[in-house]
């Protein structure tokens, strides 16, 4: 098994982030994401509890490809929202190929008790393989391990630039916005149709 920690800072108070957090897709640095779907919402004790489906694709090693035909995986993000603590908690893992490799991640948005114009981000994640080839265990999580650091990396900056667009005293329905968002969804329906058609032909 493999653990991951990184904590940053946003320069934006709590409420921001929370807002925003369900509307960082699609954005510039998210092209392994094709689709999200919120599958369940409720309150529960004044605490707001949402279960999300996406789906994400990535290119693995070659060889990889006889074990992972189709480089798609689907994902479940639970988060609880806690306003009182001014806390949001997320718990995401995924849901295919976990015979292969399965990851564990859990973020921990706070506002900063020093300055509650920033928020405090915390990520933990967990990588660990059960693949039946006991020889490739290592490898499989070494190569995951260093492109979920680079995912992160691109998280962290795709989520700053939904930040600075829904925050930036610039118009939020800004044409070049709109056409930023225009051509990333363009971009992920053409993925998830070219995923398709090679299911199809297989």
């Given amino acids: ?3 991951y920690e990184m904590g940053i800072v946003l320069k934006h108070p709590w409420e921001q982030v929370v807002q925003s957090f369900w509307q960082r897709y699609p ?3 998210s092209k392994h994401v094709l689709t999200e779907d919120t599958v369940q919402r409720e309150l529960v004790s004044g605490k707001l509890r949402s279960v999300r489906f996406l789906t994400k694709t990535g290119q693995g090693p070659r ?4 074990f992972v035909p189709h480089q798609l995986v689907g994902i479940i993000e639970e988060s609880i929202v806690d306003p009182k603590k001014q806390s949001l908690t997320t718990y995401t893992r995924n849901i295919g190929y976990n015979k292969i490799v399965s990851i564990t991640e859990k973020v921990e948005y706070h506002q900063d008790p020093t300055n509650p114009q920033q928020t405090l981000v915390q ?3 967990w990588i660990e393989s059960q693949f ?3 020889t490739l265990r290592r490898p499989i999580e ?3 391990y260093d492109r979920f650091r680079k995912n992160c990396t691109k998280a962290s900056n795709g989520f700053q630039w939904v930040l600075s667009k829904m925050w930036t005293k610039e118009p939020v329905n800004s044409p ?7 051509l990333e969804a363009a971009r992920r329906a053409t993925t998830i149709a070219s995923h398709a058609n090679a299911r199809l032909s297989s």
């Fill in 1 to 3: 098994m493999k653990f």
């Fill in 27 to 29: 954005n510039p640095y």
């Fill in 63 to 66: 060889w990889a490809d006889k």
């Fill in 123 to 125: 990520r933990q994640a």
């Fill in 132 to 134: 039946h080839i006991g």
């Fill in 142 to 144: 070494a190569f995951i």
């Fill in 176 to 182: 070049v916005i709109l056409n930023d968002i225009a």
